[in-house]
T-cell receptor, first 110, second 121 residues
Framework: SQELEQSPQSLIVQEGKNLTINCTSSKTLYGLYWYKQKYGEGLIFLMMLQKGGEEKSHEKITAKLDEKKQQSSLHITASQPSHAGIYLCGADIYGYALNFGKGTSLLVTP | KAGVTQTPRYLIKTRGQQVTLSCSPISGHRSVSWYQQTPGQGLQFLFEYFSETQRNKGNFPGRFSGRQFSNSRSEMNVSTLELGDSALYLC????????????????????FGPGTRLTVT
């Protein structure tokens, strides 16, 4: 199966600082998904990347997929307390389901 | 457009019992997937349904089963509950309109419900 490794496992940043979360795959990614999860709740869809070199942005969050389609990064600019949560990357498997990384826990301090 | 809904939100059962969880996808979505999330294993794929057919199943024992109805609503059932079945069960719906191919993209965003927190005592 496709293994996804996320780094770092956890992150504490001061409000206003930038941060980056990485997601690395053992195989070529055909579709890479980023989700945010509040503790104990469902997943909120952030972005989906499919093409090598693709970059998408939504508000202060930017996600990129490298040319080789084995690594993705999620960058948050000027972090806010509302960005706190667990960020998960997911890769498609079987063509209709997702395999997820372990997640990155983000805490934003005042 | 209403999002994915799951019922119940919380459930407490004892070992040996069985449980049924329900998921209503976004209107128009025909693909429903189920996932189990635990602190130790993270998010793991259980199974996926499309047009009332289970297309694939993750690596879970036969105690875990599911079904999908003609209106795309889906249920999952866990029989003979074990302590290790305590988890957050999430379902996701997608507008994927045709069968996926192995290694190909899911095709569209998967939207998740709020989950059902199952506690087995």
């Amino acid at each position: 199966s496709q293994e996804l490794e996320q780094s770092p496992q956890s992150l504490i940043v001061q409000e206003g600082k930038n941060l980056t979360i990485n997601c690395t795959s053992s195989k070529t990614l055909y579709g890479l998904y980023w989700y945010k999860q509040k503790y104990g709740e469902g997943l909120i869809f952030l972005m989906m990347l499919q093409k090598g070199g693709e970059e998408k942005s939504h508000e202060k969050i930017t996600a990129k997929l490298d040319e080789k389609k084995q690594q993705s990064s999620l960058h948050i600019t000027a972090s806010q307390p509302s960005h706190a949560g667990i960020y998960l990357c997911g890769a498609d498997i079987y063509g209709y389901a997702l395999n997820f990384g372990k997640g990155t826990s983000l805490l934003v301090t005042p | 457009k209403a999002g994915v809904t799951q019922t119940p939100r919380y459930l407490i059962k004892t070992r040996g019992q069985q449980v049924t969880l329900s998921c209503s996808p976004i209107s128009g979505h025909r693909s429903v997937s189920w996932y189990q999330q635990t602190p130790g294993q993270g998010l793991q794929f259980l199974f996926e349904y499309f047009s009332e057919t289970q297309r694939n199943k993750g690596n879970f024992p036969g105690r875990f089963s599911g079904r999908q109805f003609s209106n795309s609503r889906s249920e999952m059932n866990v029989s003979t509950l074990e302590l290790g079945d305590s988890a957050l069960y999430l379902c996701a719906s997608s507008s994927l309109t045709s069968g996926g191919t192995s290694g190909g993209p899911v095709g569209d965003e998967q939207y998740f419900g709020p989950g059902t927190r199952l506690t087995v005592t």
